[in-house]
């Protein structure tokens, strides 16, 4: 239904463009009526990956609530929904599946690699890497401190946050369980 308006704005793999651009996409995307966001902070990430012991059963769950929100929304609106498309993240299909609610359950979920080859996978991967900049840009500014995105250079910034904010502050901005994380000293 919004392809046009997907395309027009350029939407593509996420990953593929900069944060500059993607902040310049989500800012066109984000009024966009049908959109669903789950965001997990660090600490609560960290505490999912205590109870699941698995990544790939972290993002089923996350993903599975963000479907159920979605086919929730859709129908109280009398809008039909039978097919949601999602990146494969897991080399089990059956990862998502078992985490569905009743509603996800009635859908034909339809997931394979490279989803964003779908427009509208596509869009959705650029609205959560805007949200994941936008709350990066908020943490940022609460902390006064300049975070990485990403796996570089995150030792020495986590040991100058470290020294900076206390060693029991980390859990509250960095994903504790990751073994880059683990390396940081005081």
């Keep these: 239904e919004n ?11 996420s990953k593929k463009f900069s944060d500059k651009k993607i902040i310049e996409m989500y800012e066109q995307l984000k ?6 966001v789950s965001i997990v902070m660090p ?4 505490d999912l990956q205590k109870e699941t012991g698995n990544v790939a059963i972290l993002l089923a769950r996350q993903h599975s609530k ?11 609106k009398n809008i039909e929904c039978n097919t ?11 990862r998502i599946l ?17 989803g964003e080859s779908d427009i509208a996978v596509a869009a959705a991967s650029v609205l959560a890497r805007g949200v994941f900049l936008k709350e990066m840009e908020k943490m940022s500014k609460a902390y006064g401190f300049d975070f990485p995105k990403g796996a570089t250079h995150v030792i020495g910034k ?21 073994k880059t994380t683990k390396a940081i000293k005081i």
């Design 66 to 76: 963000v479907i159920e929100m979605g086919l929730g929304d859709l129908k109280s």
């Design 31 to 36: 009024d966009y009526e049908y959109y669903y």
């Design 98 to 114: 078992n985490e569905l609610g009743k509603m996800g359950q009635g859908a034909d979920i339809d997931q394979h690699h490279k």
């Design 43 to 46: 600490v609560e990430y960290s």
């Design 84 to 94: 949601v498309v999602i990146d494969q993240f897991s080399n089990s299909k059956s």
């Design 158 to 178: 986590g040991n100058e946050f470290v020294k900076k904010y206390g060693m029991s502050e980390l859990k509250n901005v960095a994903k504790i369980s990751f």
């Design 3 to 13: 392809v046009d308006i997907f395309e027009k704005i350029g939407v593509g793999d």
